[in-house]
């Protein structure tokens, strides 16, 4: 079975950029996969950040946004503000089902 | 606005099933699929499968066929999630998530609301 992968742990400097993937272990991601982002605090449900690969969910600040880079899935955070703290998630559409990414731990320090 | 309340926390003991509700409200509640998605603690997020709540029809994830059933009562806008043979490493916390649109359109393919999550211990 294909396995999504995410970086396991990244860390940026408040007002710096930051780029997390996601990828396929065999094969590339592209939009036909319709990946999508959520953030996750601790105790709390997901937040939808982005959908369709790039279209921000409504609330969701400008700082994020979504892109396809090489053959992966990316989401990128500009301008890292202490509350993007979080644990963040991709999901691929597989043709059967989803499937997420095992989820990215990002440190704003 | 659109709300999806879940039914609250279980224990259960190894061997016997748990089933989780989520009632929808704000929207046409047999225009959205629903999806079932579940966090072990400390865990990643993992998903389970969904279900039409027009038809009843469902999908669920190959490692979840014959252990989860999920239904729904369109009379109260619930979609039900029933977990059989309940083991040790099914503790987690079940969400439920509606889709963003119809089949047709690419919004099919998110999860846009969520559920506040039903947290399933299983301990004897």
């Known amino acids: 079975q294909t396995v999504v992968t995410q970086e396991t742990s990244f860390s940026v400097s408040p007002g710096g950029t930051v780029t997390l993937t996601c990828g396929l272990s065999?094969?590339?991601?592209?939009?036909?996969?319709?990946p999508s982002w959520y953030q996750q605090t601790p105790g709390q449900a997901p937040r939808t950040l982005i959908d369709s690969t790039n279209t921000r969910s409504s609330g969701v600040p400008d700082r994020f946004s979504g892109s396809i880079l090489g053959n992966k899935a990316a989401l990128t955070i500009t301008g890292a503000q202490a509350d993007d703290e979080s644990d963040y998630y991709c999901v691929l559409y597989m043709g059967s089902g989803w499937v997420f990414g095992g989820g990215t731990k990002l440190t704003v320090l | 606005q659109v709300q999806l309340v879940q039914s609250g926390a279980e224990v259960k003991k190894p061997g016997a099933s748990v089933k989780v509700s989520c009632k929808a409200s704000g929207y046409t509640f047999t225009n959205y699929y629903i999806h079932w998605v579940r966090q072990a603690p400390g865990q990643g997020l993992e998903w389970m499968g969904i279900i039409n709540p027009s038809g009843g029809s469902t999908n669920y994830a190959q490692r979840f066929q014959g252990k989860v059933t999920m239904t729904r009562d369109t009379s109260t806008s619930t979609v039900y999630m029933e977990l059989s043979s309940l083991r040790s490493e099914d503790t987690a916390v079940y969400y439920c998530a509606r889709v963003g649109g119809f089949t047709i359109s690419t919004k099919f393919y998110y999860f846009d609301y969520w559920g506040q999550g039903t947290l399933v211990t299983v301990s004897s």
């Open positions: 065999s094969g590339s991601v592209s939009t036909s996969y319709y």
